[in-house]
């Protein structure tokens, strides 16, 4: 049967029309500033990747990438906040085994790791590291178990809360070595190395982001890497094979997810910027300085992650279970509290008082947001610290010790 012309075209648009929203949708996104939440506090290994990964985002997507530390409950507030946004690829979690695997496994979460979420791409790994405060009176791993089985129930590790892959690695470690300790549970990794520093805890099991500078700078002691092989960024270091504790492996991985829904179309442009990132010269070298190691570019697709996370809480689900680990449940806050801190936190090196006043939602908040504003507002004077970060990547700026609590409850982090 011949058609007319006319009939053709409009059988033709009617095929091709329907693809035109989705075409059009990629081509607008992003069209906003897009924001990477860190379910750790300021300072720490996972914010630090969000930085590093956000600059090189910004300058692939052509928008600004914000960074919101939301930190408790061993990140699963974080997770919860992203879980429930919008799946338009403006909100995204950079997670990690801790807060995709092992919180699964140990709380009862409001959502589902697994099925909550839209993998996007897995980014980099870390071995555990094991080190101790400077004065602590053992030279290496072997003295470090001997000194543990002299003192039991005297020494205290530090971790980023309970359940937390510190913890674990802690429990893992005391199995295997027959040792007995104290957990000293913090909100995250930057207050539990200062403590560490300062002597208020006898050791960690740590990521390497956070030791591996104090390590070099010789102001903590290095005792094993949790892996098969040394660390480019500590090569000094030994593995716990070589240290004389064979197989007591435990690596930390970190991706990226977006809210369950989100459109085929922007996962992939994510996944592609995110890709790229990985793949640059100075993106790699600053994560190997911290002690990270990137996965291959075949293992960072979302279907990759999807497969892989699956595996993983298979995994270790059981192991967890084990352990029969006892903790809170996490202190999920109502949606109205979330929104009054979401809404009173602002960037103060860039905007007045009043404007955080009226973003607040009501008035008791916002006099807080005023005089925490105020507080922490620069000088006329003085140059603005703003000056000296990327533009592409936006936070809340450092506080005082005076104003830290007061922060802390209104924006859910400060870097001291």
Known sequence: MKLSRRKFLHLAAGVALPALPTIARAQAYPARPITLVAPFPAGGPVDTICRILGE?????????????????????????????????????IVGQWSTHVANAAIYKLPYDTLTDFQPIALLSSNPGLI???KGLPANDLKELVAWLKANPDKATQGTQGIGGVGHIAGI???????????????????????????????????TPTLSVPQIRAGAIRGYAVM????????????TVDEAG??????????????????????????????????????VRQRLADLGQTIYPAEQQTPEALAVFQKAEIEKWGPIIASANIKVEEPAIESHHQQTIKKETRCNCETSGARECRSRCWDSAAARSADSWCAAIQPSRSAPSRAQSKPASIISTPPCSTATANRKRTLAGSCKN
């Open 131 to 133: 080190v101790g405060r």
């Open 172 to 206: 893992f470690f005391q199995k295997v070595t027959g040792t007995t300790y104290q957990f000293i549970p913090y909100r995250g990794g930057t207050p539990m190395m200062q403590d560490l520093l300062a002597g208020q805890v006898d050791m960690l099991i740590d």
């Open 56 to 92: 090189h985002m910004h300058a692939s997507l052509g928008q600004p990438i914000l960074v919101e530390n939301v930190a408790g409950a061993a990140g699963s507030l974080g997770v919860g906040r992203v879980a429930r946004a919008a799946p338009d690829g403006y909100t995204l």
């Open 227 to 238: 892996s098969k092989t040394r660390l480019a960024a500590v090569p000094d270091l030994p």
């Open 245 to 282: 504790i064979p197989g007591l492996y435990l690596v930390q991985w970190n991706a990226v997810w977006a809210p369950k829904g989100t459109p085929h179309d922007i996962v992939m442009k994510l996944n592609q910027a995110i890709v790229s990132a990985m793949a640059d010269p100075s």
